[in-house]
């Protein structure tokens, strides 16, 4: 790839994605897959003043060794050394940049059921240290071709080329042009705009029906916003983009009003496998059947993480003529993959889609119907027919979706 077209995705990371500002600690995570991208992120961090950037690499077969050799007991630790650093984000606020390669399939052969014990067992000791950042420091996630996940999403190509067309793939959904940052201030605008028409009717519910068996009703909260695109923090007031690409307009549900099937259009990556052809019954806002053509023991076993993990957490609406979907390229990875249709996420909600969320505790948002798990795990279900129709508390009905894509 050019480096001046990388050059510019750098920029858009630092500038667009965190936002760094003078002053400001970086923390990048990231696997070995493009060592010279990593250091030209770093540069541009630098160049908008961040006073220090740390970066943190990691190797998936090495992370697979050591979910196949060590004891359940010690992956369940969270040692002392983890904790400083998980302190010292709270501490310094840090913004934190996740620059994702990792191959869909890479954790295959491991043992499931020791993975999500290990998790179950670090979640309650991490939650405090997550509560006291939710909201409040920059983060973006962006990917980088690795070539395993390359091999994996164009297996007929030599690795070089499948490499090289990723790149491609993930600049063009990127939005990275001749001038990416200002690009990005007009797609946050449009998205801002879809948030505003939503946001005026205060929708009880939304009704989903496709072709494929879809046929669900979700409610929503009357406190709840659509947001999409852009972020501010609480206290600093940094506008940030979480996530490149974007797509999406989203809300959190209310808790406990989901009923009905939904048939998922797009195979899951989780843990490392895929999930594939599955669907989720609901019934009283929780999943209580599932079913899938592979995988659907880790389907099951992701719902019962925790008491939440069965309930929904998202609510997205994304065009089916999305440049992600345009592009017809299946990423297995859930930032491309979620963005190129409408999907739900069981697990964990989010507090910011309440009007002014900054007034309420954690336990308040809880009330307030915001689900809780240890988990937020998106599934597409958008299709080409997709309708989707938004309830008022008094009976108005507006059509939101006809066709797979946006109606007004
Ligand atoms: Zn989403």
Redesign the pocket.
Known sequence: MEKSKLIKYAQLIAGSGINVQKGQKVIIQCGLDQPDFVAMVVEECYKLGAESVTVKWSYMPIAKLNYNYRSLETLSEVTDIEKAEWQSKVDNLSCLIWLDSDDPDGLSGTDNEKISKANMARYPIIKPYRDALENKYQWCIAAVPGKEWAHKVFPDLPVDEAVEKLWEAILYTSRVTEDPVSEWDKHNKTLAEKCAFLNKYKFDKLEYKSANGTDFVVGLNQKGIFCGGGETTLGANVYFNPNIPTE?V?TTPVRGRAEGKVVATKPLSYQGKLIENFWVEFKGGKAVKVGAEKNQDLLEKMIAMDEGAAYLG?V?LIAYDSPINNTGILFYNTLFD?NASC?L?LGRGFNNCLENYEQYTNEQCKELGVNNSMIHV?FMIGSKDMSIVGVTLDGKRVQIFKDGNWAF
Request: charged share 50%; no cysteine.
């Open positions: 999406e989203f998202e997205a979620e999907h996420a998106d």
